[in-house]
């Protein structure tokens, strides 16, 4: 079972690892990792492992028959007890970090002001999506969910994250804000990401440790996608973010 390194810290860059296994003819398994390897509408991350001699581009992380494999670029994977070290593409994966903890404060303050649920969502980069359980979505009400957001952004409100027994973590109120519960019954170990007085949910994913650092999120486009579903889109406002981001 590979050690998930980034569920403690989503500011972790490199790290040593030994490879377990090769899959096919591109992909090895390692004890440990910091790689995000996809999931929950957050893209898998992209970086290097080297054993110091040779480099090899990791350009896709699988979850296969419950392993987490590194897909990698580079020529014939290193063979099983090779020592790497694995480096994250930082750059992009803090753009994302800053995108999912943005998303995170959408939810938030559309839960709050609306009692609206999360009804899907995607991001990338550059953009993201999230789908609410809405009837209107008028330009006031955009308006005014991006203005809240922005405040609560601003505050810089501290953002944390830990893991709890499935039943203590499903004695909080409110914790799946999606439409539905999509945490398999066979998880007995939840980890809840909170951005303090404003959103508490359920995510395994990497986020920032303030508000501030998201720097802003700007509504870029609105979409109906059905009477009681209405799609937000939004973009990030580049404003200082370095301040920190681990540097």
């Known amino acids: 079972m590979t050690a998930l390194l980034y569920l403690d810290d989503s500011y972790l860059r490199t790290f040593d690892a030994t490879v377990t296994a090769v899959v096919g003819e591109t992909g090895v398994v390692l004890d440990r990792t910091a790689f995000y390897p996809g999931g929950g509408g957050q893209p898998h991350d992209l970086g290097t492992l080297t054993d110091g001699t040779h480099s090899w581009q990791v350009v896709r ?6 392993q987490i494999v590194h897909v990698l670029e580079g020529g014939a994977p290193p063979p099983p007890g090779t020592a790497l070290r694995g480096e994250i593409d ?5 753009r ?5 903890s ?4 959408l939810c938030g303050v559309v839960f709050r002001e ?5 009804t899907g969502g995607n991001m990338g980069p550059d953009k993201a999506r999230m789908d609410f359980e809405l009837e209107d979505l008028n330009p006031e009400r955009v308006a005014h969910i991006e203005r ?6 601003a505050a810089g409100l501290p953002i944390s994250w830990r893991t709890l027994p499935r039943e203590e973590a499903f004695q909080i109120p409110d914790l799946i804000r999606t439409k539905i519960n999509l945490l398999p019954a066979h998880i007995q170990e939840v980890r809840v990401v909170e951005i303090e007085g ?12 303030n508000t501030r650092e998201i720097g802003g999120l700007k509504v870029i486009g609105t979409r109906s996608k059905g009477r009681i579903n209405k799609r937000l889109e939004i973009a990030l406002v580049d404003d200082a973010v370095d301040e920190e981001r681990g540097e």
Do not use: K
């Not at 609306?114 to 999360?118: K, T």
């Not at 809240?148 to 952004?153: D, F, L, Q």
């Open 198 to 209: 404003l959103d508490l949910q359920a995510d395994g994913g990497t986020h920032v440790r």
């Open 114 to 118: 609306y009692g609206a649920l999360v």
């Open 61 to 66: 992380i699988a979850r296969e028959d419950g």
């Open 148 to 153: 809240t957001a922005n405040e609560r952004i």
């Open 90 to 94: 930082w750059d992009r994966r803090y």
């Open 102 to 105: 943005a998303l995170h404060v």
């Open 96 to 100: 994302l970090m800053r995108m999912h």
